[in-house]
């Protein structure tokens, strides 16, 4: 083939090639029954995707692996939310984390509970991002009752339900935030370090369709001093995710509540890394990062 001709077919097919990326997209994107990008992620196979691709979805909810500690971020086009920051050494990865989002900043900053493993990380990600509400209890802050509302998009919103603490406790991992987040169909609850003692308090005061839950970030990183079988059957999770350190020196999880947790489908930052759910409000779909 001629020099001059080959250049013109090479640029030909990239123009249709390009052409029908167009096509597909707004195939995907438009076309009603046409499948989602989490359909073709899921048919492909692919349990990875870039972070970028999550803010595809209405809701996600990442479990970022911080070690022995804990760190949610919970992302909507209109809300981000950081409940917990990690142990000391995490801001970078928080900050890396919003970046794969487009974010410099986040709306609120939710802290379960003063203890290191879950704000280690807060003085120095102040110096590195936005923070715009920041909630972040004492030994005496009783959060049960409130409840926030904010939005998903332009139409949706989600809440924020504070459940706990209800009563005083000397033990600060049992005076935790405990949240749960609603949206359309789907539920998250998020227990900080609760234990046994704050789990009774919350059977006490809720019915179990107000616990109930459809994924339960576990209390106290799969301690046996948390998720009790009663706790765990009043919230009933249909998946169950422990943020917890490979070989930590606790021994966490322990096997008495891996046993409990059987009913679910369970994951774990220690295996798994960071986790990933996203939602539209009617099912969930999990990614791991390793
Ligand atoms: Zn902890």
């Not at 029908?20 to 349990?47: C, H, N, Q």
């Not at 992302?75 to 950081?82: D, G, H, V």
């Not at 000397?170 to 046994?196: H, P, Q, R």
């Not at 798994?272 to 969930?284: F, K, P």
């Amino acid at each position: 083939m001629p020099e001059i001709n080959r250049k013109t077919a090479i640029k030909t097919i990239k123009i249709l090639a390009a052409v029908l990326l167009v096509i597909f997209t707004l195939a995907i994107e438009y076309l009603p029954g046409t499948p989602s990008w989490d359909d073709i992620y899921a048919a492909a196979g692919l349990r990875t995707k870039t972070i970028k691709d999550f803010s595809l979805s209405d809701l996600t909810v990442v479990y970022l692996d911080v070690g022995q500690g804990d760190c949610e971020f919970i992302y909507t086009k209109s809300t981000a939310i950081l409940i917990d920051t990690g142990p000391f050494g995490n801001a970078q990865k928080i900050k890396d984390l919003l970046r794969d989002f487009g974010l410099t900043g986040i709306n609120y900053l939710i802290i379960t509970h003063q203890h290191d493993d879950h704000i280690g990380s807060l003085s120095d990600l102040e110096d590195m991002i936005e923070i715009e509400n920041r909630i972040i209890p004492d030994e005496n802050t009783k959060m049960s009752g409130i409840t926030l509302t904010l939005p998903v998009d332009d139409e949706e919103d989600m809440t924020l339900q504070f459940l706990g603490p209800v009563y005083k406790n000397d033990s600060l991992n049992n005076m935790s935030l405990v949240i749960k987040l609603t949206y359309k169909e789907m539920s998250f609850l998020f227990t900080g370090d609760a234990e046994a003692d704050e789990e009774g308090t919350l059977l006490r005061t809720y019915d179990a369709e107000v616990l109930h839950s459809d994924v339960l970030k576990v209390g106290h990183h799969g301690s046996d001093s948390s998720s009790t079988p009663a706790f765990v059957s009043a919230v009933a999770p249909r998946y169950a995710v422990i943020s917890v350190g490979a070989d930590n020196d606790y021994g966490h999880p322990s096997q008495s509540v891996l046993t409990t947790l059987s009913s679910a489908e369970v994951h774990r930052t220690d295996l798994e890394g960071t986790i990933i759910c996203t939602t539209d409000g009617s099912a969930l779909t999990f990614y791991n990062t390793k």
